[in-house]
């Protein structure tokens, strides 16, 4: 099944255009069965383009899934026409009352501000606190990643020397986790950030466990014991040009960047980068979609958040 898009969304034409299945509304209504539905909370100030590239990897596997997209109220995008805003964006007030399988919490360029600086922080926590109890499964992603490690879990960053931008190796940690199923032993990913966290911090949180990492980046993949919450710092979504337009962008802010690394054949930016990271972002969502949401997600959605009948009896001492 394909993912379930609005016909006027302009990632609908982009991801036909290469092939990539997707399905009206209209077409979508009179399938009887029961979809999956992903809230996509985008703090990109490029939402256009993160759309993009989200719904291209959760759209390539055999699950019918619905999507909304969701915008901060305390903060409103300066980057994104307010008429595609309004034609498909909801804010928390709107969906607060709903329930959903999954949830994507993206990146946001807000690394050189405290948590607490951001102006959205306080919404932020409030939509983190309610998907403890409404999303099934939620993928936090970049500096999604950071803001959830700290406000869960107090886990602070560090600025890196100079900004980590290309594309690096990674080492699987947990070789049996389905996350990994048809990942090769060590797998490429862009990574694009100023900031890190200490792994030993992570590995001192006993609700969490670290599946990835690199000796180059750091920190890239952990995930809570329960399945829960997966904390993401690689862009395995990125496009093929994503990396490069970042480098032309801080050069013409007079950032002196240096080039991303592993990226551009001989480092030399004049010539098209080659894409090695493609099949392990199609693997890496729609294995998080597959084994942790869709295979775990509570038939009836509105059971999600409530306590299991294996909960109720070890609260109650009756032990199966």
């Known amino acids: 099944m394909p993912i379930k898009i609005p016909e006027r969304l302009p990632a609908t034409e982009i991801l036909e255009n290469e092939n990539i299945f997707v399905m009206t509304e209209t077409r979508a209504i009179h399938q009887d069965i029961r979809p999956l539905n992903i809230l996509i909370l985008n703090l990109m100030p490029t939402k256009i383009v993160t759309e993009t590239q989200l719904l291209r990897k959760l759209s390539n596997t055999p699950l019918q899934v619905i999507t909304e997209?969701?915008?901060?109220?305390?903060?409103?995008?300066q980057h994104t026409d307010p008429t595609h805003?309004?034609?498909?964006?909801?804010?928390?007030?709107?969906?607060?009352?709903?329930?959903?399988?999954?949830?994507i919490i993206t990146g946001a360029p807000?690394?050189?501000?405290?948590?607490?600086?951001?102006?959205?922080?306080d919404e932020l926590c409030?939509?983190?606190?309610?998907?403890?109890?409404?999303?099934?499964?939620?993928?936090?992603?970049?500096?999604?990643?950071?803001?959830?490690?700290h406000y869960f879990y107090g886990i602070d960053t560090f600025h890196l020397p100079e900004k980590l931008s290309g594309v690096y190796p990674?080492?699987?940690?947990?070789?049996?986790?389905?996350?990994?199923?048809?990942?090769d032993d060590i797998f490429y990913a862009p990574q694009s950030r100023g900031i890190d966290v200490h792994i030993e911090d992570v590995e001192r949180i006993p609700e969490l466990e670290l599946m990835a990492v690199s000796d180059i980046a750091g920190f890239t993949i952990a995930k809570t014991q329960d399945s829960h919450k997966f904390f993401v710092t690689c862009h395995a979504e990125y496009d093929s040009d994503t990396l490069k337009l970042e480098y032309l962008r801080d050069k013409e802010k007079g950032l002196e960047p240096h080039v991303p690394e592993n990226y551009f054949p001989d480092d030399d930016p004049g010539l098209a980068p080659v894409v090695n990271w493609r099949s392990t972002g199609q693997l890496l969502y729609t294995n998080w979609l597959n084994y942790y949401v869709y295979q775990s997600t509570p038939y009836n959605i509105e059971s999600i958040g409530e306590p299991t009948a294996e909960q109720i009896q070890a609260a109650m001492g009756m032990y199966i």
């Open 85 to 103: 805003l309004d034609s498909f964006y909801r804010t928390f007030d709107e969906v607060k009352d709903h329930k959903y399988d999954g949830m």
């Open 110 to 121: 807000l690394e050189n501000f405290a948590f607490e600086d951001v102006a959205y922080w």
């Open 170 to 183: 990674h080492r699987i940690l947990k070789r049996t986790s389905p996350l990994f199923r048809g990942f």
């Open 126 to 149: 409030t939509i983190m606190d309610w998907s403890e109890t409404h999303v099934h499964c939620v993928y936090y992603l970049c500096w999604g990643a950071y803001a959830g490690l």
């Open 69 to 77: 997209f969701l915008q901060t109220a305390s903060y409103t995008s």
